[in-house]
T-cell receptor, first 113, second 109 residues
Framework: TAGITQAPTSQILAAGRSMTLRCTQDMRHNAMYWYRQDLGLGLRLIHYSNTAGTTGKGEVPDGYSVSRANTDDFPLTLASAVPSQTSVYFC????????????FGSGTRLTVV | GQNIDQPTEMTATEGAIVQINCTYQTSGFNGLFWYQQHAGEAPTFLSYNVLDGLEEKGRFSSFLSRSKGYSYLLLKELQMKDSASYLCAVFDSNYQLIWGAGTKLIIKP
């Protein structure tokens, strides 16, 4: 089934450790996004990429980095995790500027202790 | 700043009709989306409105008034499986998607 694969599904991480959340899509969408979702808040954009080789900062980029070496993969790295990064992380993709909507991965539930 | 408002929670009865409202204030407008998100799952696309009026898709309809910065999602013949959060999101002038916090819809038998 075409779509977005995220890994891991969930993770408990010690504060100060680094971690990379993986995201792979097979729809050949140009644009990809990383969001975090916290209770009572809307989805907040961390970083995005409009096409392979380019990335941009979203609303809450601090403490996170991304890369986009090819069309399919868009990993998100936490260099030194802090408890406030406990959240559910969703990767999404789309064709920019269209009404086709975003396709989301199933999410990664991260707990930083 | 950019802002999207929708009720935090609504309750409705199985078989009934419910309307979930969304108001927005954004820098530009290039379309409005509604997504459904079941607990513990990813959001899934429901509808997209870019022109004023009503778009109907089976039991779900979405309405847009750009002059009022207002949209609603209408769900008819409610089923228990419709219990979910409904997210309103707007494309701003840069085609960045701005998200509301979502409306949790509880369906009672």
């Amino acid at each position: 089934t075409a779509g977005i694969t995220q890994a891991p599904t969930s993770q408990i991480l010690a504060a100060g450790r680094s971690m990379t959340l993986r995201c792979t899509q097979d729809m050949r969408h140009n644009a990809m996004y990383w969001y975090r979702q916290d209770l009572g808040l809307g989805l907040r954009l961390i970083h995005y990429s409009n096409t392979a080789g380019t990335t941009g900062k979203g609303e809450v980029p601090d403490g996170y980095s991304v890369s986009r070496a090819n069309t399919d993969d868009f990993p998100l790295t936490l260099a030194s995790a802090v408890p406030s990064q406990t959240s559910v992380y969703f990767c999404a993709s789309s064709e920019p500027g269209t009404g086709g909507g975003y396709t989301f991965g199933s999410g990664t539930r991260l707990t930083v202790v | 700043g950019q802002n999207i408002d929708q009720p935090t929670e609504m309750t409705a009865t199985e078989g009934a009709i419910v309307q979930i409202n969304c108001t927005y204030q954004t820098s530009g407008f290039n379309g409005l989306f509604w997504y459904q998100q079941h607990a513990g799952e990813a959001p899934t696309f429901l509808s997209y409105n870019v022109l004023d009026g009503l778009e109907e898709k089976g039991r779900f309809s979405s309405f847009l008034s750009r002059s009022k910065g207002y949209s609603y999602l209408l769900l008819k013949e409610l089923q228990m499986k419709d219990s979910a959060s409904y997210l309103c999101a707007v494309f701003d002038s840069n085609y960045q998607l701005i998200w509301g916090a979502g409306t949790k819809l509880i369906i009672k038998p």
